[in-house]
């Protein structure tokens, strides 16, 4: 299986949001991520990549250490997907 990009694997991250319903606002721990990337089989390194895209392109936000808060832009690129 090819290495997905940064981009994708962020958009892994938005999936997981779209998985527990969330919205603009809502805070998923990364264990959440995390369980949701094993049963899909997502590679770790390929998770921590999406996460650091998506906070540097301001889809999620980390209000806490360990937790992810998804944003109004996460959401709308989440949405055009």
Do not use: C
């Amino acid at each position: 299986m090819p290495k997905p990009t940064k981009k994708d694997s962020a958009h892994k991250i938005l999936w997981v949001f779209r998985h527990f319903g969330s919205r603009p606002g809502d805070v998923l721990r990364v264990n959440n991520i995390v369980s949701v990337g094993n049963l899909q089989r997502w590679r770790m390194s390929d998770l921590q990549e999406g996460l650091d895209y998506a906070l540097q392109h301001h889809w999620v936000e980390q209000p806490r250490s360990g937790s992810f808060k998804l944003t109004d832009i996460g959401d709308r690129e989440l949405s055009s997907h």
